[in-house]
């Protein structure tokens, strides 16, 4: 039913989870970021802004030809919206999910992205930059914390919100942060963690790219790309 053009990264991740949890029928199509597939002529018809993930559903709720859907956050809402699931029908509910949503979209994965960047793989490091990003997503980290006091999830039940946040939390460590230092996000993560879901979405991704250092190749293709 779902053609999913994915890479086991944060964003590619959360995509996963959804399809996992909701049991969708679906066929992963590897993007191998680092050979640089994104910039394939074809994929770039559906996925313009050379990233992933992207899905085309061959069985869109109008019955018409098959939908595309880029940008990890659009997918998310366009899934939750086909099978009605992982986002209130409420309208305070849904006004909820779609702000943390927008808050993981705007905020944690660029800065934890930044993070992660000057972090590991820049090639000179920039004391600045990492301060800068680090305390950044140490803010954000302390945000989600203080949302989650008294609550299971961000918003409510499990939902799109949480599976947007929760693979930029995955890679903690690497952020320079301690999630010990934020008891109500670690006691959530933990929670999802353990999904069965989850499980398997991870599974999934470590199939098909193994955990590897990146190699100055891939990081040329990844990095550094302007309009040309």
């Known amino acids: ?26 066929q992963i199509k590897p993007i191998n970021i680092g050979k640089g597939d994104q910039f ?8 313009p802004n050379n990233r992933m993930p ?20 659009a997918i998310l809402l366009y899934l939750a919206e086909k099978t009605g699931k992982f ?11 779609t702000e943390w949503l927008f808050w993981q979209m705007g905020g944690l994965g660029p800065m934890a992205g930044q993070n992660h960047h000057f972090s590991q793989y820049a090639p000179e490091k920039n004391p600045y ?12 980290y302390g945000v989600l914390n ?8 961000i918003v409510g039940d499990y939902s799109i919100a949480d599976m947007a946040a929760y693979p ?4 903690y460590e690497r952020q320079g942060q301690n999630l010990d230092d934020f008891p109500n996000l670690k006691r959530w993560f933990t929670a999802i ?15 098909i790219n193994p955990p590897a250092p990146m190699t100055d190749e891939q990081k040329k293709i990844l990095f550094g790309q302007t309009a040309r």
């Open 1 to 26: 039913m779902i053609d999913l053009y994915y890479w086991p990264t944060p964003n590619g991740h959360k995509i996963t989870l959804f399809l996992e949890e909701a049991g969708l029928e679906y």
């Open 40 to 47: 394939d002529p074809e994929f770039l018809k559906i996925g």
């Open 54 to 73: 992207v899905i085309v559903d061959h069985a869109p709720a109008d019955g018409g030809a098959p939908v595309s859907v880029f940008e990890s956050g």
């Open 87 to 97: 986002l209130p029908k409420d309208l305070r509910g849904r006004v909820a999910v």
């Open 129 to 140: 930059a990492i301060d800068r990003y680090v305390k950044e997503t140490n803010r954000l």
């Open 146 to 153: 203080k949302r989650l006091e008294g609550r299971d999830f």
């Open 168 to 171: 930029w939390i995955v890679p």
């Open 193 to 207: 963690e353990a999904r069965p879901a989850t499980v398997t979405a991870y599974e999934k991704g470590k199939a």
